[in-house]
Each structure stands twice: as structure tokens, then as C-alpha cells.
């Protein structure tokens, strides 16, 4: 599995698709200003159904109309719209599609946890892999993928899988005052194709990786994470902080990503057998 993950950091042509196009503070916009401050080699093309053009790129009103195959999208889109872009991506061959928006099954409500169900059923039926939704995506200096311009341009040896995309800019960002760089860094949200395992079994193998940080709320299958992890630790140095052991910490993932909290003695005892790092 871990193999066939690097297309993620490494894709020959990204599409944002959702992009604002009135306002250049507006948040959607984070990512494509990330990739030219990066200077992303591969070419980009932002999508908006009033076309026209942004920072001297065409804006395509779909993906149809651009004439070229799109290994990644980044989706900015509204939740309701995220289903219908999975088919869209899978004719125009995209290997897969990162959807920062919010409003799935984190939200706690019906409506939201049937919309990410159908982006998993889409993913498998279709071969598209998800990251997210509800999530900032990828951070691979030496491909020049991003999602916030401030980041060191400079690769390092830690590899960082958070659920959480804002501790995810938090850690790089003080890190980055420490001296720290980063080789991949995955904040993947809900999780609804890959999940934690998948990348944790990409970072255990990466040669460009020493050292893997976690930041896990919760986990969807715990026997097979455990082996990844358990792998992991005797290849790697291995931090691990577990959201939600405390009472607000509970709320607060309960409220992110919808997902339970788990025991602390639980997870402190598997660290100890594991010689992971808290």
C-alpha cells in the first residue's frame, strides 16, 4: 500500500476547484498562492464556473474544459457538491482528490455523515483516493505542494500525520523557529478512504522520513493500526500525542472530526510497549 501512495506528493498537474475569484484574501485561495510561492512545476489550473483568469492563469468553468489530464484536485467546494466532482474527476482520469471542506460527518448530522459515506463509496467503486474531507492535505517541500506559502521551502527528516490541520500548521510553524524541517506533512481530517494507517505505513517506508510525529483523535480500524505502528516504531522514531484524554480534550475532537476520545491507559500503555514517544 504504502508504495502506491507517492502520486499524492508528487503529481504532475493540480486543479482547485472551488477557487474564489472576487477575493484574493478569501480562504480558498490559500492554496494556490501556496503552490506559486513554492513554485509548483507542474502546471495548475483553477476552476470556477465564471472562468476568466487569476495571477496570470486561465480559469477553467469545469474540469471538462481543461484540455489536459489532472493527476490531483484540491477541492474547496461545498459539501453537497463533493459527490458529483468524484465523478467528474474519474473522467477526467485525476488519481485523487483532497477536499478541504467541512460539513460531513463531523458535523453530527445526518446529511453530512451520508455525503462522506458516498465519497467512500465513489473512491472504491471509481479508484479515486480521498484525503479528507475536511482537511488541509498535503505538505511535501521537495515537490512543492503546500497549503500555507509561510512554510520552509526545505525538506527535513520529520514526517507529520495529524487529523487536525490546524495543529498541523501550528506544529510546522513553531518548529520551523526551531530549526525543524519536514519531509511530508498529512493533515487528513475525517478520513473517509485514507486513513491514518495508510499513511503511517507511507512515512515507515519513506527514505526521506527518520523521524514520524502523530497527532491521531481517532482511529478506524485499531488492530491494523496497531501493527502499522508497532512496524513503525522499529524503523523509525515514532512521537505520538493522542487527542481527546482529557474531558475537553473529548469535546474538542468530538466536535472536530466526530470521533471518540479512547482510554488514556489504553493509549499509554501502548506507547510503553511500543517505545513510542508521548
Known sequence: ???????????????LVGISLANPDHWTRTFLDSLLEFRFRGP???????????????????????????????????????????????????????????????????????LEAELARLSRNMGIRIIGPNCMGIYCPKSGLSFDADFPKESGSVGFISQSGGNAIYLVRQAMWRGVRFSKVISYGNACDLNESDFLECLTTD?????????????KDGKRFRRTLDKAAKEKVVVLLKGGLTEGGTRAVAGHTGALAGSELTWDSLCKQLGIIQ
Do not use: W
Open 207 to 219: 527514505p526521506d522520513t527518520g523521524i514520524i510525529a502523530l497527532y491521531i483523535e481517532g482511529v
Open 1 to 15: 500500500m504504502s508504495h502506491s501512495l507517492e502520486f499524492l506528493f508528487h503529481p504532475h498537474s493540480i486543479a
Open 44 to 114: 495548475i489550473y483553477p476552476v470556477n464556473p465564471r472562468g476568466g483568469e487569476i495571477e496570470g492563469l486561465r480559469v477553467s468553468p469545469n474540469l471538462e474544459d481543461i484540455p489536459n489530464q489532472v493527476d490531483y484536485v484540491i477541492s474547496t467546494v461545498p459539501a453537497r457538491a463533493a459527490p458529483r466532482l468524484v465523478e467528474e474527476c474519474a473522467q477526467k482520469g485525476t488519481k485523487a482528490v483532497h477536499f478541504c471542506t467541512a460539513g460531513f460527518s463531523e458535523t453530527g448530522e445526518e446529511e453530512g455523515a451520508k
